[in-house]
């Protein structure tokens, strides 16, 4: 490791939990890439309905498989100063984060032939290193030896409050029950799953953001993080 290096962050949790804002502000601070692995299994969620694969509520597997291997995702740089998603080349950024989509989403990403495609991606735009990426078994499974990874939980009414103003700011008319009621039904299916599980690792730090501002949590995590890259770059020199 040279001094220049970078190193990979995983940041895991439960829906809600504010991994997303911490990664991306954390990104930014350190010049490093955020991926929102959450928004792959969004784009692929969005890609099933809009292909008439989920209907009346059921999925159907052997289809989705089928026309698997015509979805490709990426982030790119447009009008924010940050990377959205896009699905075959459109901008899905607004469409991927409906209630529609937080209903179908879990149970789509606990699909095994899923999962090996967006793992394979998500591991390979963290090749480089220098990448701040945001799931449920990003320390587990796609960085496994990723130098530093978090654990953020959350008091399941500050997740709903926050999911539910981000709704409402959208235009979604939604009650808090409902919001409730769909992050404990992810939150269970995304830690019983069979693939790759959302655990927390031994060697991820916890974070509890329940009561923390954001500000004063991005730089906990600022000099947790930097000290870290010192330390390392330290070591090899
Ligand atoms: O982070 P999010 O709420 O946008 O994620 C949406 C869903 O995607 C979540 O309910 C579970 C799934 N997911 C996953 O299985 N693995 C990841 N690394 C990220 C998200």
Do not use: W
């Not at 937080?102 to 990448?131: F, T």
Request: proline residues 3%; glycine residues 6%; aromatic residues 6%.
């Amino acid at each position: 490791m040279s001094p220049k290096d970078k190193i990979n962050i995983a940041i895991d949790g439960y829906s809600a939990s504010g991994k997303s804002t911490l990664a991306k502000l954390l990104a930014n601070k350190l010049g490093y890439t955020y991926i929102d692995s959450g928004a792959m299994y969004r784009a692929v969620t969005l890609f099933a309905l809009e292909r008439g694969i989920i209907k009346e509520g059921n999925i159907y597997k052997p289809s989705l498989l089928e026309i698997l291997p015509q979805l490709n995702i990426e982030f790119k740089k447009e009008s924010k100063n940050y990377a959205e998603t896009f699905l075959n080349e459109i901008n899905v950024e607004k469409k991927i984060r409906t209630l529609e989509i937080a209903k179908y989403v879990s149970p789509i990403s606990a699909i095994k032939e899923v999962r090996e495609k967006l793992v394979s991606l998500q591991q390979s735009m963290g090749e480089k290193k220098g990448v701040v990426m945001d799931g449920r078994d990003i320390g587990s499974t796609v960085f496994p030896d990723a130098e530093l990874k978090f654990f953020m939980i959350s008091d399941i009414d500050v997740r709903v409050e926050r999911r539910h103003q981000e709704l409402t700011q959208r235009g979604d008319k939604i009650s808090k029950t409902e919001v409730k009621e769909n992050l404990r039904k992810r939150d269970y299916i995304d830690s019983n799953r069979e693939e790759s599980p959302l655990i927390q690792v031994e060697d991820a730090i916890v974070i509890d953001n329940s009561e923390v501002e954001m500000d004063e949590l991005l730089i906990k995590l600022g000099k947790i993080a930097e000290d870290k890259i010192t330390y390392l770059n330290q070591k090899v020199s």
